[in-house]
């Protein structure tokens, strides 16, 4: 008999782009996962431990990040639409070419990105994409 497969051995095992649906990874511990470009569609992730973890070319759509630890977390050309990211911890994380947007589904706010109370200290934002972001931290 093999070692259980964890949830994290699950998601490094996926494919690239391989879509996942609905799917709960609430306070799982991810740290340091490496993914491959995946799909991810209304999944929540509220609270995941995240820190240090490989995610470019995912894609977010309509995702719950809440509070989620997105610290140090590689997220070049990620893409997340209409996610909500209340709260996320994303200081130092690697957002180049990253894009936050929203999805038509009707009247605002709904599909809106919601990057509110987000925390971005030492965040490397080149070429960041916003298009409709709610609450979005401003430089002043």
């Not at 820190?51 to 719950?64: P, T, V």
Request: charged share 25%.
């Amino acid at each position: 008999m093999g070692r259980p497969e964890t949830l994290k051995d699950n998601l490094t095992a996926r494919g690239r782009y391989a879509t996942l649906q609905r799917e709960t990874f609430d306070r799982a511990d991810l740290v340091s996962v490496r993914l491959q470009s995946l799909w991810f569609t209304r999944c929540t992730f509220r609270e995941t431990d995240l820190r240090q973890a490989a995610l470019d070319g995912c894609h977010f759509k309509l995702c719950d990040l809440r509070g989620a630890d997105l610290s140090g977390a590689s997220m070049r050309g990620v893409t997340l639409a209409g996610c909500d990211l209340t709260g996320a911890d994303l200081r130092a994380a690697d957002l180049t070419g990253a894009r936050f947007g929203r999805v038509l589904t009707g009247a605002a706010p709904h599909g809106l990105t919601d990057a509110t109370d987000v925390r971005l200290d030492n965040a490397i934002l080149r070429d960041l994409q916003l298009d409709q972001v709610i609450g979005w931290p401003t430089t002043g």
